[in-house]
């Protein structure tokens, strides 16, 4: 069984694609939106960029053919489980939580696996990020995403106005030159 990836993924550029149920930050994002699983999840993570990390250095001449590499951050104690990032991202985001932009709540069931990751981190000589790291990455990318967001609406919806009140002649002083 493959580990979930979590992390920002740089290509996830609107708060809906990121938090989209059919991705892994998707899942995990769902807790922080107040959505709750009606079925357990293997808990079985690793960053985004360790995962991608693993597949470049495997490609070394100085590797040897036919190894499989488990890219796993939890390892043989099993990790943390996927409400733990309810915990997180209040820790790290209080704010974002205080303005609705996570609003928590949700849970997911969690399935333990101990899937041991640690061959990969000898051989490339290298450490997983753990699951705080993960979750601070995906939660940081999807705040600033979600408010960047929130800002061009506000903006484009000034801009709207402005806009429809010239085309309507509601704005008599920009539309004949005369103020009222």
Do not use: C
Not at 10 to 23: A, F, G, H
Not at 41 to 47: K, Q, S
Not at 77 to 93: C, N, P
Not at 174 to 180: A, D, I, K, Y
């Amino acid at each position: 069984m493959p580990a979930f990836l979590i992390g920002k993924h740089e290509l996830q550029t609107t708060p809906d694609i990121i938090s989209t149920r059919s991705s892994s930050n998707g899942l995990l994002l769902s807790n922080l939106l107040g959505d709750t699983s009606p079925s357990p999840l293997p808990a079985t993570f690793v960053h985004l960029d360790d995962a991608a990390m693993v597949h470049v250095l495997a490609l070394n001449p100085a590797v040897q053919g036919n190894q499989d590499f488990v890219a796993n951050s939890g390892g043989l104690d099993g990790g943390a489980v996927w409400d733990d990032a309810l915990h997180i991202a209040r820790k790290h985001f209080p704010e974002a939580v205080a303005k609705g932009i996570l609003p928590l709540g949700g849970s997911t069931p969690a399935q333990i696996l101990r899937v041991d990751g640690s061959r990969a981190e000898k051989v490339f000589g290298f450490k997983y990020r753990d699951f705080e790291a993960q979750v601070v990455s995906l939660v940081g990318h999807y705040v600033d995403v979600a408010e960047k967001t929130a800002a061009k609406g506000v903006a484009n919806g000034v801009a709207n106005g402005v806009a429809n009140g010239v085309a309507n002649g509601t704005m008599n002083g920009l539309v004949n030159g005369s103020s009222r």
